[in-house]
């Protein structure tokens, strides 16, 4: 009887569209990185944040189970970061910033992306303002990245 409650409450799940715990990091991608970069601004933002990564990612999968799912971790970046989640095999297409439209394998091999997950954070005209390679897999300790890149963003 418990199989049969925790599978319909599985599939009303799935029918009601239910998310994975941290699909709330990421932010819609408009596919163009100079309207998220708009978009950010008018949000009151401070910069962007792409996260290289793909599917069968293992450490990609940990960070996501054991820290971006996390409600502190959302908060934090989502206050302060529009997040973009780009697919080093992925075939969708994005426009860097320098207008160049792409699919997201070529873009992320453009970018030099070796390793994921890797996290690039930009500004808003695009200049990277830090680059990480590779999990965080203490929340505090990825929150302090995201604070680390804000100070020294905000240094003259």
């Not at 009601?16 to 709330?24: D, K, L, V």
């Not at 970061?81 to 699919?103: C, H, K, N, S, Y």
């Not at 200049?127 to 890149?149: I, P, W, Y």
């Amino acid at each position: 009887m418990r199989r049969l409650l925790a599978l319909l409450l599985a599939l009303a799940a799935c029918a009601a569209g239910a998310t994975e715990p941290w699909e709330r990091f990421f932010s819609p991608s408009l596919g163009d990185l100079r309207a998220e970069a708009q978009e950010a601004r008018k949000a009151g933002k401070q910069a962007l944040l792409l996260m290289y990564g793909f599917e069968e990612c293992p450490s990609c999968a940990r960070m996501k189970r054991e820290v971006l799912s996390r409600p502190e971790v959302q908060d934090f970046y989502v206050e302060r970061f529009r997040v973009i989640e780009i697919d080093t095999l992925g075939a969708q297409e994005v426009t860097g910033f320098d207008g160049r439209a792409q699919p997201e394998k070529a873009f992320a091999r453009a970018a030099g992306i070796r390793g994921t997950p890797t996290f690039v954070f930009h500004d808003f005209d695009g200049k990277v303002l830090a680059t990480h390679v590779g999990g965080v897999f203490d929340a505090r300790e990825f929150m302090r990245l995201g604070e680390r890149v804000l100070e020294r963003k905000a240094k003259p």
